[in-house]
């Protein structure tokens, strides 16, 4: 059985590139625009990993990523960071929010984009094969 | 009191030797003559202050000597003794100019009175004198301050570098010193007490002056203000100047005019812009590098989608991607064109259109990609605003960077329950002021980010925005000679005003067809 993996990004170059990547390598891609759509997604579909960026509109991307890995159901969901800024500035926002809300796990992965097709299939297949 | 030596005249010895014991006595010194002739003689040895002299004498009497006396020195004090019943000889002492009169017997305090009075008199007299003199000296001085003065003025004048003018009461120039030769570039031969007021000027800055002397007489100085001076041959200098209304007794007298010229200090002015500028664009790299990134990955991404359409023969997949591509390129050159508009000066370029054409042409270009976000997009047109003479360009690229700005603070807004609604709309306020405004009910922004709108790298957008648009928005309305209001309140949206002076056909050929007339 195909594994199911979900793109959540508000860019549709990004969307449209990932989806293709993934049908090519014989996944099955699931798309959402945001962050609040990408949490009904993963609650209705059920995907085996999540590609999700981290500057969407309303903070979604990182609302998203916190309630994933504090979420007791969704914390062992794969999610592969997939984003425009750096690994250093994204780990020195979350410290910041960190003192605030608690301390949450670093991402299993975290692409900077732009990647190359296999770069990004690497990254799925070291989570899910 | 100087007035000491004293000339006793008298025929009796007697007389003359008890007068003069009398007076030592009262710390005089006393000389003697027995008639006029001696006395005469005496006089000219001694130069006594004072002369007492008896009438009646042989050889030369008092009268004579009186009237010599008073030929030598009209000013000499000559007190006469008189005997009782002696009118005649009185009148005529009185008339060739005695003193004083005194009469026999002398008795010593009437002798004392009238030389306490010759005495007053000369010192009156030489007070009088030193005043006398003293003015002479000091009108002397005064002539030659004034001359200085004027001559400093004169200096002050002429090597000032204000370039002075100056009007007498009937506009006729008075004063044209050489800087103002160098400004208008008339030799000062032709100018000074043969020129007019609008000879000179500009005709609407003369009658400008003109119509201010006349609202207000009684008004003085006027401030310094900036102008363009459009010269003869389109010679255009940037000014600065004022003006001192000059009244004298409340009589208007003229005006006098300071020019400063300020084509050095604009030129630094915009060479200083300039490089301001040229910083702000070097510091915006940072954010650029980001934009460029995202443009980067737009374009792999696409090319990848391309690769697999055309190895599938997947006519979705090629357009999908080719669509990526495209999009990417038009960011790319959009980018370009930001960053070349807003390193470079540009002059708006005015010509006849439509604020309200460009206003809908903006709200058609955006209405479905903001639809498609949920956004309504609505215009508000003012319908008595026809054709006006402005840049075009300006006006739909600002609008255009406004509404896109209205659309990202839509999409940025946490609040998904509103209906989003960006308005743009069009009006004129008084004053000729044409006002393009773009209102969303979007995220709003707090006083931070307000302060920080126009700085070079700015934005709130992530590598989304360049931190361009703004700035570039900005620097056109800022040529165009116009503003940028901004209101905002967090989470209840914002409003951005453009504010551009603008200039109507039917006026611009008014004053074309004046012109020609002249």
Redesign the interface.
């Known amino acids: 059985m195909s594994k199911k993996v979900l793109v959540v990004d508000d860019?549709?170059?990004?969307r449209?590139?990932?989806v293709?990547?993934l049908?090519?390598n014989g996944y099955i891609p699931l798309v959402a625009h945001d962050g609040?759509e990408g949490l009904e997604k993963i609650q209705a579909d059920q995907p085996d990993l999540v590609i999700l960026d981290v500057?969407m509109?309303?903070?979604s991307g990182i609302r998203l990523y916190r309630h994933l890995k504090t979420d007791e159901a969704l914390k062992d969901l794969p999610v592969i960071m997939f984003t425009?800024?750096a690994l250093r500035s994204f780990l020195k926002s979350q410290k910041a929010l960190e003192e605030f809300n608690g301390e949450v796990p670093k991402p299993d992965i975290y692409l900077e984009?732009?990647v190359e097709?296999e770069e990004l299939v690497r990254a799925i297949e070291t989570k899910i094969g | 009191m100087t007035a000491n030596k004293i000339l006793i005249v008298d025929d009796e010895e007697i007389i003359v030797r008890l007068l003069s014991m009398s007076l030592r006595s009262d710390g005089y010194e006393t000389v003697t003559a027995g008639n006029g002739e001696e006395a005469l003689k005496v006089l000219e040895a001694e130069s006594p202050d004072i002369v007492v002299t008896d009438i009646k004498m042989p050889v030369m009497d008092g009268l004579e000597l009186l009237k010599r006396i008073k030929k030598i020195d009209a000013e000499k004090e000559v007190i006469i003794v008189t005997g009782h019943g002696d009118i005649d000889s009185t009148i005529t002492a009185l008339q060739y100019g005695a003193s004083d009169f005194i009469n026999k017997p002398v008795r010593d305090e009437a002798l004392a009175i009238a030389l306490d009075r010759a005495k007053a008199k000369i010192h009156i007299r030489e007070q009088l004198e030193g005043y006398t003199k003293n003015l002479e000296v000091k009108v002397a001085e005064a002539t030659e301050e004034i001359r200085r003065s004027a001559n400093f003025q004169r200096l002050l004048i002429h090597s000032s570098n204000d370039a002075i003018v100056a009007f007498d009461n009937e506009w006729k120039i008075v004063v044209y010193n050489p800087e103002a030769r160098r400004i208008f570039d008339v030799p000062a031969g032709e100018v000074l007490n043969k020129m007019r007021i609008d000879d000179l000027y500009p005709s609407q800055v003369a009658e400008s002056f003109k119509d201010r002397a006349a609202e207000n007489p009684k008004a003085h100085d006027l401030p310094w203000e900036e102008m363009m001076l459009n010269l003869k041959e389109g010679k255009n200098i940037p000014v600065r100047f004022a003006a001192s209304v000059l009244h004298e007794n409340g009589e208007f007298m003229g005006i006098v005019n300071f020019f400063q010229d300020l084509t050095e200090i604009k030129r630094l002015e915009k060479e200083l812009v300039q490089s301001e500028r040229l910083a702000a664009v070097g510091q915006t790299v940072s954010g650029l590098a980001?934009y460029v990134?995202?443009i980067?990955?737009?374009l792999?991404?696409?090319s990848?989608?391309v690769d697999?359409g055309m190895k599938k023969n997947n006519t979705e997949?090629l357009k999908?991607?080719w669509e990526?591509i495209k999009?990417?390129i038009s960011r790319v050159s959009d980018l370009t064109q930001d960053l070349l508009t807003y390193s470079k000066e540009r002059e708006p370029e005015f010509e006849p259109c439509s604020p309200n054409e460009i206003l809908q042409d903006v709200v058609t270009l955006v209405r479905d990609t903001a639809k498609a976000q949920g956004i309504e997009v609505e215009a508000t047109i003012d319908p008595d605003l026809g054709a006006v003479i402005a840049d075009p360009r300006t006006m739909h690229r600002s609008l255009l960077n406004l509404v896109n700005n209205a659309m990202d603070a839509c999409?940025?807004?946490?609040d998904?329950s509103k209906d989003f609604l960006i308005r743009v709309s069009s009006y004129t306020e008084p004053g000729d002021i044409l006002c393009l405004e773009v209102e969303d009910n979007g995220c709003g922004m707090d006083e931070n980010t307000l302060s920080m709108l126009f700085d070079p790298m700015f934005s709130s957008k992530?590598?989304?925005g360049t931190g361009l648009g703004l700035l570039v928005t900005g620097k056109l309305v800022e040529e165009h000679k116009g503003r940028i209001d901004t209101k905002s309140e967090l989470g209840k949206g914002t409003r951005f005003t453009i504010r551009l002076p603008f200039e109507t056909i039917a006026r611009v050929d008014e004053r074309a067809a004046k012109e020609d007339k002249q």
């Open positions: 860019d549709p170059d990004v449209s590139f990932v293709t990547v049908e090519e609040v500057l509109p309303r903070g425009g800024i984009k732009p097709p | 980001h990134k995202n980067l990955i737009g792999k991404g696409g990848y989608v697999v997949k999908t991607g990526t999009k990417n999409l940025d807004d946490e998904v992530g590598g989304k």
